[in-house]
T-cell receptor, first 110, second 115 residues
């Protein structure tokens, strides 16, 4: 089975901190994605990557950056965490139409 | 632009009732894919089905069935004889060539099945 692993299930960070959310997939997929999930808004794409060192902005990239130094790892970075970034963050990978998701990281910024 | 609308925010049923989740989509592409995902309380999105735009055949998998109608741009999902374990948030999603096959999700429908 394809596995997408997100390093933390729950995180609590302080306003202004730099936050790293890590995601690793084990199926050699080219494409990886970071989504944010908020009630009533569904999943919104933050950034995606279709190859190592390649990245593209999604629908809501402001306040975020990403890093993909290796094919299997895609990191989401909150440069200076703010309370409006409190959310569920979902990583996904894809080798074609359709995604496999990680379990999510619930981030609370206080 | 592609868009997915799930008009039902929450549905609550009693066990053994049937429940239908609506999904309406918009796309300019003739080639596209539609998906349903389930998100149980544990949080991980679980893939349920993928349908391509050239296959309008309805599908049944156990207690789950899907009705794809291009004429109305809808891809509805029915759970027959619901069970408590069906309680989850269900997302409909669309990917098309003009958007590099990125997934666009609806807002989700929360289904609560009461014993």
């Amino acid at each position: 089975d394809v596995k997408v692993t997100q390093s933390s299930r729950y995180l609590v960070k302080r306003t202004g901190e730099k936050v790293f959310l890590e995601c690793v997939q084990d199926m050699d997929h080219e494409n990886m994605f970071w989504y944010r999930q908020d009630p009533g808004l569904g999943l919104r794409l933050i950034y995606f990557s279709y190859d190592v060192k390649m990245k593209e902005k999604g629908d809501i990239p402001e306040g975020y950056s990403v890093s993909r130094e290796k094919k299997e790892r895609f990191s989401l970075i909150l440069e200076s965490a703010s309370t409006n970034q409190t959310s569920m963050y979902l990583c996904a990978s894809s080798g074609g139409p359709g995604y496999t998701f990680g379990s999510g990281t619930r981030l609370t910024v206080v | 632009a592609q868009k997915v609308t799930q008009a039902q925010t929450e549905i609550s049923v009693v066990e053994k009732e049937d429940v239908t989740l609506d999904c309406v989509y918009e796309t300019r592409d003739t080639t596209y894919y539609l998906f349903w995902y389930k998100q149980p309380p544990s949080g991980e999105l679980v893939f349920l089905i993928r349908r391509n735009s050239f296959d309008e055949q309805n599908e049944i998998s156990g207690r789950y069935s899907w009705n794809f109608q291009k004429s109305t741009s809808s891809f509805n999902f029915t759970i027959t004889a619901s069970q408590v374990v069906d309680s989850a948030v269900y997302f409909c999603a669309l990917s098309d060539a003009s958007n590099d096959y990125k997934l666009s999700f609806g807002a989700g429908t929360t289904v609560t099945v009461r014993a």
